[in-house]
């Protein structure tokens, strides 16, 4: 038992194409990009909010800033960044500390690899 493993996970990005597409069909490619972007921003500024709740013990503020993040994914088709936004808004109202701190943790996981995943796209045509 001399030996410590240390595990990493990484959880690729879900991105819905069908949503980049009709972001595109709705706004056209440029304002599609633009709100891509702006999107981009708002969810970083937010998932660095819902973290800091976290840590301070917050949960009013974690749910609310949660199910802000979970709304922004939506509308931008990271589906996956949206699933666990909404599973850490539905556990920051419950008393289990531990299921908060891993979804939290997963929520950091699957919306830094949503990021850059999505960063990747808007460098592309839309």
Do not use: F
Request: glycine share 8%; with cysteine.
């Amino acid at each position: 038992m001399s030996q410590i493993s240390r595990l990493h996970y990484a959880e690729p990005a879900q991105v819905d194409r069908l949503r980049l597409e009709e972001l595109v069909y709705d706004h056209g490619p440029q304002g599609a990009e633009r709100l891509m972007g702006r999107t981009l921003e708002d969810l970083a500024v937010r998932l660095n909010q819902a973290e800091r709740a976290w840590r301070k013990g917050h949960s009013a503020a974690l749910q609310r800033d949660a199910n802000s993040l979970a709304d922004l994914a939506y509308g931008v088709g990271l589906v996956g960044l949206c699933q666990v936004a909404n599973a850490v808004a539905e556990i920051a109202v419950t008393d289990d500390s531990a299921a908060l701190g891993a979804t939290v943790a997963r929520m950091m996981r699957v919306g830094e690899a949503s990021l850059m995943s999505a960063w990747d796209l808007d460098g592309q045509t839309l």
